[in-house]
């Protein structure tokens, strides 16, 4: 029999690689790891237990909130509120910092999360996610504050993501590697099965909206065309994915190689931004492409070198094969002027502020 390796085994021998580790980063990665469970459960039993549908509730994108995205957000706050690992906490479905309760001890990291990735797919029963972000504190005071989420991914401590999926998997990394594992419901632990994963030399896969192509800049549509055979050295075609949850889409590419990408465009007037979020999506999964021997990049040069202005800045993301992505920055900067003339400016966040970076113009779908 091969070796039974849970996440909390793994979890504990992972501290070797950080001595004088306390021990708290380990408890911490175990109470995501039980808020996952706790998310996957609800997760799989969606319809009966009438938690699918929206609430009247919009999140500070102006997106509908779907009730799982709030039972997911809730539970993570609460696993991690009260154990006195963590100064802060971030998520995507909040405007500011959500401070640790006065009457609580607090530590020395603070947790980034995008509650439930790809939450238009709950109703339909597609796979959906979990990302989070971990970074050490940086300033003094025992509450954290934005100078503490504002950091660049290459500072993160760990970064994971969960995948609510044909089965539900927690990937992650402390910096040693991207280790998998899958829950094995019938005895409600997470077990490894993908250890060391590295991203494949061979390209399988390339992911993107194909209905934004209208809004795309001429570099991007010429790399699309390139990817399937119809630009340049004309190779063999990739193969077209997207499901529209980004964890999922990065999961598949992770384990059978590609590019995913959705970039910046010019379908509105903060379009050049592109729409994942940097500190909620991008930096986390970033870290953990560059783990498994990937890349990511926002068209211009590394996303784990982005020092984030804004909580809840946007950046265009193209991630996967290292190749891949790097060809893509070559497209941009050879054909994307007007875009980066835009881009440029806020990457180095001297652009005007708008709040949140909502969208303030609604297109009407082609009826
Ligand atoms: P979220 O559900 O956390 O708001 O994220 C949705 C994101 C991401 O998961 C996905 O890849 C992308 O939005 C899909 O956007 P499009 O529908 O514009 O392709
Ligand atoms: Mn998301
Ligand atoms: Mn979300």
């Known amino acids: 029999m091969n070796k ?14 950080y001595p004088g580790a306390t021990g708290t980063f380990t408890s911490l990665l175990y109470d995501l790891a039980l808020a996952a469970k706790l998310i996957s459960r609800e997760t799989n039993r969606a319809g009966l237990a009438n938690l699918i ?3 009247e509730g919009e999140n500070v994108y102006g997106e509908r909130q779907q009730k799982l995205d709030m039972f997911a957000d809730e539970i993570i706050f609460k696993m991690n509120d009260h154990t006195g690992r963590l100064c802060a906490m971030a998520s995507e479905e909040h405007d500011d910092i959500l401070s640790i309760p006065p009457h609580y001890d607090t530590g020395k990291y603070v947790l980034l999360y995008d509650p439930l990735d790809g939450s238009s797919n709950i109703d339909v029963n597609v796979s959906i996610g979990t990302i989070w972000a971990i970074f050490r504190k940086v300033t003094s005071g025992a509450q954290g504050t934005m100078d503490d989420m504002l950091q660049p991914g290459h500072q993160l401590a760990a970064a994971g993501y969960i995948i609510y999926g044909s089965s539900t998997m927690m990937v992650y990394s402390t910096g040693h590697g991207v280790h998998g594992f899958t829950l094995d419901t019938s005895v409600g632990e997470f077990l490894l099965s993908h250890p060391d994963i590295r991203i494949p030399d061979q390209h399988k896969y390339y992911s993107v909206n194909h209905s934004y192509e209208k809004y795309w800049y001429s570099g991007v549509r010429r790399y699309v065309k390139w990817l399937q055979g119809l630009y340049g ?18 999961h598949r590419n992770l384990l059978q190689g590609g590019v ?21 999506e991008a930096q986390a999964l970033a870290y953990i492409c560059r783990q498994a021997g990937g890349y990511a990049s926002d068209g211009v040069g590394d ?65």
């Not at 039974?4 to 690689?17: A, D, G, M, N």
């Open 233 to 250: 050295e004309g190779g063999k075609p990739l193969g077209n994915r997207y499901i529209g949850s980004l964890v999922a889409d990065f």
């Open 4 to 17: 039974i390796v849970t996440i909390e085994r793994h979890i504990f021998e992972q501290q070797k690689h």
């Open 303 to 367: 996303i784990l070198d982005l020092k984030p202005h804004n909580l809840h800045q946007r950046v265009p993301l193209f991630l996967g094969n290292r190749d891949l992505v790097l060809k893509a920055e070559k497209f941009i900067r050879e054909n994307d002027k007007e875009w980066l003339n835009q881009y440029i400016p806020f990457r180095n966040g001297e652009a005007p502020k708008q709040k949140n970076g909502k969208k303030k113009k609604k297109e009407k779908a082609t009826s």
């Open 53 to 55: 549908g929206a609430t």
């Open 260 to 280: 995913y990408l959705y970039p910046g465009d010019t379908r509105d007037e903060n379009g050049y931004q592109g729409k994942l979020r940097l500190t909620f």
